[in-house]
């Protein structure tokens, strides 16, 4: 081959790696990309520095707001990957452990719980930014605190505590509770409140499901509220939704609150799958042509919402974070398809196993601990741990026990309401 001839060949197949890995359309070719021949022998190089593996419209480390509170730089870690590990050491994120999912440890021990729940999550999530080359360490750390501020009992716990606040003129919210967590309830160090997270890991707790109204929420000012959160919280959102939707259809079957032929004959994406799984293995076990059947579920939901945000981020010609957050809609979404049949999955799950009278049980017994214990406390404030009762000298005491109840596991809620209460 001539040199002129493998120079070319050299620049398309670099041009095609870099295409592959970046949105169709947003580059015609490799950004900073120098093709150097000297005599027969040709390089590819890059200019100095390199070309990052993120995207242009990817959240830089060495962009970050920082911290509230200023620290030295660490040696080998970058500061994502330290707010990862933080929360990954809190005691907020290993109680997540004995906090129900949809299924209490009373059903099984094998189904999912907060944790295991907040792992896959995690998994979805990096694998999603990988592909659409944004900062997977922000992404991870973002996934494994998005639902530290669950109180006991699920979202029938979580909207038990918010009805208790109500009368005052005060909510619950998970996601502001979580901030709460990692700025206040957190003590772990002796320089400063909290953990000391980076300001985008902040952000993305608020809002990375919902966005905030400065009008009704002027604590928040600082977190850029009227504008997007970056493509890295707005991914958190859509992983948690795939990750609880795949797996309360597997905890669901392995129950035996959901069927088979209930499932074939009310989801027809599934259907479809599972005819193809059953050409494919005929003589397999039902267990794992369910198994089969929903690994190509899952594996179709991620490949959709990468391929869908890969498509809206070219066609909008998205081309820096700047971009990302001055857009009036967030970016990070299924194609209008698979949005059809996702909402098809939930209304599913909700009519046939969230409204199940076996779960329905178990949320009555938690969401009733909750009532009970919210009043005994209002009334018995001193019966609250030390820490809480001289929050209450602060705060509101019902914001006080709001939050002393949000934090507390399944098993503990239940053994607190023993001893205080008796029952």
């Known amino acids: 081959m001539r040199t002129d001839d493998y120079t070319r060949a050299a620049a398309r197949a670099t041009r095609s790696v870099l295409q592959h890995a970046l949105p169709a359309r947003v580059y015609s070719r490799p950004p900073h990309c120098v093709i150097f021949a000297s005599g027969n022998a040709v390089r590819t190089t890059l200019r100095k520095g390199k070309i990052s593996q993120l995207a242009p419209y990817a959240m830089r480390v060495e962009e970050s707001q920082g911290r509230r509170y200023p620290e030295p730089a660490h040696p080998y870690r970058n ?22 999912q949809v299924f209490t440890r009373r059903y099984s021990d094998h189904f999912r719980n907060r944790l295991t729940h907040t792992l896959e999550v995690a998994q979805i999530s990096r694998t999603v930014a990988k592909a659409l080359r944004l900062n997977v360490d922000l992404v991870e750390a973002l996934a494994l605190v998005h639902d530290v501020g669950h109180p006991p009992g699920g979202h029938s716990g979580e909207a038990e505590l918010d009805r208790l606040m109500r009368p005052y003129h005060d909510i619950f919210d998970h996601n502001l509770h979580a901030l709460r ?17 980076t300001f985008e890991v902040r952000e993305g707790i608020i809002k990375h ?24 919280a707005q991914l958190i959102d859509v992983a948690d939704e ?44 039902e267990k ?30 998205v081309r820096s974070l700047a971009q990302v957050r001055a857009l009036r809609s967030r970016l990070v979404s299924h194609g209008t398809r698979m949005l059809k049949e996702e909402q098809k999955l939930k209304r599913f799950l909700f009519e046939h196993l969230y409204s199940h009278q076996n779960l329905n049980a178990e949320r009555h017994r938690l969401t009733a601990c909750i009532r009970d214990l919210f009043a005994y406390f209002l009334k018995r404030p001193q019966s609250l741990p030390a820490y809480y009762l001289l929050q209450s000298q602060k705060e509101p005491l019902n914001r006080v026990v709001c939050d002393y109840i949000a934090g507390m596991t399944d098993p503990y809620l239940q053994g607190q309401h023993r001893k205080l209460l008796g029952d």
Request: proline share 5%; aromatic share 10%.
């Open 288 to 317: 794992l042509k369910f198994n089969e059947t929903l690994k190509l579920l899952l594996n179709m939901l991620v490949t959709d919402l990468i391929e869908s945000t890969r498509h809206r981020l070219a066609e909008q010609r």
């Open 181 to 197: 967590i990692v700025e206040t309830f957190e003590q772990k160090y002796a320089a400063f409140p909290g953990l000391n997270l």
């Open 79 to 100: 500061d994502y990957e330290r707010d990862r590990d933080r929360i990954i050491h809190a005691r907020a994120f290993r109680r997540l452990e004995n906090k129900t």
């Open 242 to 285: 795939i990750a609880y939707n795949c797996a309360d259809l597997d905890d669901g079957f392995e129950a035996r609150l959901l069927s088979l032929p209930v499932l074939r004959s009310s989801l027809p994406l599934f259907d479809r799958l599972y005819r193809a799984v059953d050409g494919k293995y005929p003589q397999a076990i």
């Open 209 to 232: 499901s919902r966005d905030y109204h400065a009008a009704d929420y002027p604590e928040l000012l600082e977190y850029r509220l009227d504008e997007r959160p970056p493509l890295e």
